[in-house]
């Protein structure tokens, strides 16, 4: 199981709990000195993740693979028999669990370290079986979790510890080893091996740690004036880079990190849509276009709400709590070594639900209007995306069939007054026999590269779509010179899960819908997208070099160059 399934695993093993009215879990007043009641909803969850995961452990004394505990695959792996660690850690230093202080869930602990030291590289690190093998920086995620855990089984006084605890110092160390001199492959692994690291010296102070962490900070930050890292990876690596900045700042006494922090919760108050999922449209990682929420980051908000006093923040903790507060479950470690986590949290300051912002380095604009909100997004074949509430208009594409290069994609996003236009210029040339005395004597036609042909004949296509603001929503014009007859198809995709009117579906397809005309709308709960006028002029919605269809309820408008149509939608 890799870091991304667990944690998902983990969240949805934690949320099979009769369902919680959330904010009764989140109270507002908590004190410190005892773990508030939200904190303790998230434990007793956690007690249900303890139990499936032990479910796959391996218990035959007799087995080469004793401790070790399966993924959903029946694959054993580091990861999950490290998720049963922490977890367990979790569970028998909390009170309020039914395995406190429980001698036998710390006995199935020991055997899952043992399993991992066995399974552990000679050179400290271990494999993520989906794609990394004797990896620096998946060792890293494992060793900086499990560090925790350690402090918490030592703190727990759970008898067994003096058996479990230098097992897990072994694993620990000799991960320690590979920290210190192994490489990574992407930028936020840099933080990972150096909070990882921070953890360990804090355990068992050493220069060689401290060393390497100067070494990769000295690289500096990878943040752009938007506010955003380098991997754009807003579900995913955005919170994991500020949880880490968060731990090396304050294991190594280093508040100059924290900036960095603040810049990117600024930044990601503006990337929340009405219904509090995050925009990942720009994301350079597999969260792209994702529908993910803000769990993961809870922790940020949280602790630097607390140390700034800062109103907006807390009310992002609000909005988290709200939207996917069981989710948050999975870092729970977090909580459980920071009591200063547990204060109240400070006056809640209004969000921003009422404005139009331009992150430039991401190539992306944001618009919200309340309960209503649109993304641009340049150097994207889905460009636009529009949401009312729970309605959701999650791409809009557009594609000609001109010499099957004819998917639409802008490099930039220019504002025009109160516009924002997306552009293409395509060429479509023709070749001319080879110049003579270059052709290759046996013929070899990929020795002769077109690029070396005259051309003639050139065929161009321009697309331009302009994007603005209506006083219900937004509107959208294609319009397109050059090349005449020229096949296109708009295509609208909606979020499954809604109801299409006014549209006719597309026979032989699974969800692919025309309008022919009029408005269409797309309705989901109490939610409904109005789009339109619709034009139909054929049936061909799998133009030669498009996209292929998505698997979600898709709607077609086409027709054929030159094109100048509006669409609105509100």
Known sequence: ?????????????????????????????????????????????????VESLLTYQIKNSGSPDLGGVKDGFDILNPHSTAALIQSGAWAVFSPDS????????????????????????????????????????????????????????????????????????????????????????????????????????????????????????????????????????????????????????????????????????????????????????????????????????????????????????????????????????GFLDYFLTDPTLWADLPSRRALPIDYVKTFSNSGLVRIRRNNRDCTLIANNPVWFTFMKGEAVLQGMRFATSFFGKGQFQSEKITENGKSWELTQKLEGPYFQPYPKDSIDPDGDWEKMPRANRPQSEIQTLETKISIRETNDGMEVEISTTGTERVPFAVELIFRPGGTLQEAAKIENSKDSWLLKEGNGKYSFKNDTITFGPGVALHKNIALRGSLPAMDAPSVYLTGFTPVKHVIKFS
């Open 98 to 329: 039914k395995f406190f202080r429980s001698a036998g869930l710390l006995a199935d602990m020991n055997l899952a370290t043992k399993y991992l030291v066995k399974t552990q590289h000679a050179d400290g690190t271990i494999d993520l079986l989906s794609t990394n093998f004797h990896s620096t920086p998946d060792t890293g995620f494992l060793v900086k979790r499990l560090a925790m855990a350690y402090t918490l089984i030592e703190k727990s006084g759970t008898p067994g510890t003096d058996a479990i605890l230098p097992n897990l110092k072994t694993f620990l160390l000799r991960g320690g080893e590979a920290l210190s001199k192994g490489g990574i492959h992407t930028p936020n692994h840099r933080w990972v091996v150096c909070a990882a690291l921070t953890k360990l010296n804090e355990l068992w102070p050493d220069k060689k740690y401290t060393d390497r962490i100067s070494e990769w900070l000295g690289e500096h930050i990878d943040i752009d004036r938007d506010g955003q890292f380098n991997e754009k990876s807003t579900f995913i690596y955005s919170s994991l880079t500020d949880r880490l900045l968060i731990t090396i700042a304050k294991g190594l006494k280093k508040p100059e990190l924290l900036e960095v922090v603040r810049k990117n919760l600024n930044m990601t108050m503006y990337y929340v849509h009405p219904n509090g999922e995050i925009v990942t449209d720009a994301s350079g990682r597999q969260d792209k276009a994702v529908i993910g929420t803000l769990e993961n980051y809870y922790y940020p908000y949280r602790y630097l709400a607390l140390l700034d006093r800062n109103g907006e923040y807390a009310a992002m903790c609000d909005l988290i709590e709200k939207t996917a507060g069981p989710k948050i479950g």
């Open 1 to 49: 199981m890799d870091r991304r399934k667990f944690v998902k695993d983990s969240s949805a093993a934690l949320c099979i709990a009769p369902a919680l009215k959330w904010p009764g879990i989140f109270p507002k007043k908590t004190t410190e000195q005892k773990m508030p009641d939200w904190l303790v909803a998230l434990v007793k969850r956690n007690d249900l993740g």
